[in-house]
């Protein structure tokens, strides 16, 4: 027999008011006031663009953003197109791209190590409420750049800073001093059924 409407409506009512109670509770432990590092890995798509969601989100908020790239930036990226240009962003790209197009280990390092000096400086600079290492895991995958020194660097950034980095194959390190880990799974992609990468949704 199924329910009248009238207890189906007290159910759910007293199901609701529980779950308020519990989040209610939660949100009443959570005291503490401090930038956070979130960490996107994983082999499926969005790592990126969610880091650039939070972009737009602190934005939003009237925050100022630091963005570093690692691998990418040898093509048009439409993140780079979009908030390069805006007043409370600050842009670095490696700009050598994937490092099977290089093939110029040398080189490589060189890049990274550009980079990284930038995004240290901007880990030291207490104007920046948000900043993006998008890519950054494939730097210690590869040995470019030291993990003990960028750890570091994040360890004793301005206490209300927020980083977001990105990349698959997150060393364990990352994992332990993130304060969110978000691991994105690959199900199905269209590359591998042979479709192009296509602007507005690859880059």
Same mark, same amino acid.
């Given at each position: ?22 989040? !209610?509770?939660?949100? %009443?432990?959570?005291?503490? *006031?401090? +930038?956070?590092?979130? #960490? ?67 080189? !490589?390092?060189?890049? %990274?190590?550009?980079?990284? *000096?930038? +995004?240290?400086?901007? #880990? ?80």
């Amino acid at each position: 027999m199924s329910q009248a409407p009238s207890d189906r409506a007290e159910r759910h009512k007293a199901r609701m008011e529980k779950l308020k109670a519990h989040v !209610d509770s939660q949100v %009443a432990k959570a005291t503490e *006031e401090r +930038g956070i590092i979130v #960490l996107l890995t994983g082999n499926g798509k969005g790592k990126s663009s969610s880091a650039f969601g939070m972009v737009a989100r602190a934005l939003g908020h009237g925050q100022k953003v630091g963005i570093v790239q690692f691998i990418k930036g040898a093509w048009d990226c439409g993140e780079q197109k979009f908030f390069a240009g805006h007043d409370r962003v600050t842009f670095h790209i490696m700009g050598t791209g994937f490092t099977w197009d290089t093939q110029n280990r040398d080189a !490589d390092i060189a890049a %990274a190590r550009q980079v990284w *000096e930038e +995004g240290k400086r901007l #880990l030291q600079d207490d104007s920046y409420d948000l900043l993006v290492f998008d890519e950054i895991t494939y730097m210690f995958k590869y040995d470019y750049l030291p993990l003990e020194e960028i750890t570091h660097a994040l360890v004793n950034r301005p206490v209300n800073q927020n980083v977001v980095l990105t990349g698959r194959g997150a060393a364990k390190e990352l994992i332990e001093l993130a304060d969110t880990v978000t691991e994105l799974g690959d199900i199905k992609h269209a590359f591998r059924a042979g479709i192009k990468a296509q602007p507005g949704v690859e880059f």
